[in-house]
C-alpha cells in the first residue's frame, strides 16, 4: 500500500526558513517523479514543484522559484522541501504526491498534508 | 503559470448529471489531452478520479467520465449522490515536469 506522510510544518515569520519531508512507502521510490501542491486558504490548489525520476531535475512554480528547493534521500525513501525567504502568500497546506509513471497521468497518490503557516 | 479557469460552483439534485469545464490556453491545454481531475474533501487528502482526460483510475465509480473539445476539458459525474459533494481539481500537464491546476470548483448536491 502507498503511504505518503508529511512532516515538518509550523509557524515561521516572514523572511524565515523550514524544511518539509515526506517519507514514502508501498513503492519503489527511485522509479517516480514527486511532486508538492500547497493549497492556501480559501484557495485551490497549486502546483508547486517537482523531481524527476529520469534524470533527477527539479521544477519550480515561479511563485517559489528561487526560495524552495527540492531534493531527496533515496537510502530513506524521503522527498524535502526547502523553503527560505518565507512569505505570508506562502501560508498554506503542502501536500506531497507521487507522480504516475507517465507524468501526464498526473499524481496518484497523495498524503494528508502539512500546515505552514507564515506570519509578520 | 494561469490557473485555468473553472466555474467556482456548481450543484445538482442527487440522480441528477453535473459537468464541471476547465478552460486554459494552447500552451496549458495543447493538442493532447493530458487532463487530469481531482475530488477533494475539505481536510482530506485529493484523490485522482480521472486522467490522460477520459480514464478512470481502478476503483473509480464509471459515474466519473472526462472530455476534452478544443482547450476546454469537462468532468461530468452522472447519478449524482451525497458523497460526490466535493471540490473538483483540473490539472494539466504542460511540459517535462511542470503542471497546472485549474481554481477548483465546489460541488454542491442539493
Known amino acids: 500500500e502507498v503511504q505518503l506522510l508529511e512532516s515538518g510544518g509550523g509557524l515561521v515569520q516572514t523572511g524565515g526558513s523550514l524544511r518539509l519531508s515526506c517519507a514514502a512507502s508501498?513503492?519503489?521510490?527511485?522509479?517516480?517523479?514527486m511532486t508538492w501542491v500547497r493549497q492556501a486558504p480559501g484557495k485551490g490548489l497549486e502546483w508547486v514543484s517537482t523531481l524527476t525520476n529520469i534524470d533527477g531535475s527539479p521544477h519550480y512554480a515561479d511563485s517559489v522559484k528561487g526560495r524552495f528547493t527540492i531534493s531527496s534521500d533515496s537510502s530513506k525513501n524521503t522527498l524535502f522541501l526547502h523553503m527560505s525567504n518565507l512569505r505570508t502568500e506562502d501560508t498554506a497546506v503542502y501536500y506531497c504526491?507521487?507522480?504516475?509513471?507517465?507524468?501526464?497521468?498526473?499524481?496518484?497518490?497523495w498524503g494528508q498534508g502539512t500546515r505552514v503557516t507564515v506570519s509578520s | 503559470q494561469s490557473a485555468l479557469t473553472q466555474p467556482a460552483s456548481v450543484s445538482g439534485s442527487p440522480g441528477q448529471s453535473i459537468t464541471i469545464s476547465c478552460t486554459g490556453t494552447n500552451n496549458d491545454m495543447g493538442t493532447y489531452n493530458l487532463v487530469s481531475w481531482y475530488q477533494h474533501y475539505p481536510g482530506k487528502a485529493p484523490k485522482r478520479v480521472i486522467y490522460e482526460g477520459n480514464k478512470r483510475p481502478s476503483g473509480i465509480s464509471n459515474r466519473f467520465s472526462g472530455s476534452k473539445s478544443g482547450n476546454t476539458a469537462s468532468l461530468t459525474i452522472s447519478g449524482l449522490q451525497v458523497e460526490d459533494e466535493a471540490d473538483y481539481y483540473c490539472?494539466?500537464?504542460?511540459?517535462?515536469?511542470?503542471?497546472?491546476f485549474g481554481g477548483g470548483t465546489k460541488l454542491t448536491v442539493l
Open positions: 490539472c494539466s500537464y504542460v511540459s517535462s515536469g511542470t503542471w497546472v
Open positions: 504526491a507521487k507522480t504516475a509513471m507517465v507524468y501526464a497521468r498526473g499524481f496518484d497518490y
Open positions: 508501498g513503492f519503489t521510490f527511485t522509479n517516480y517523479a
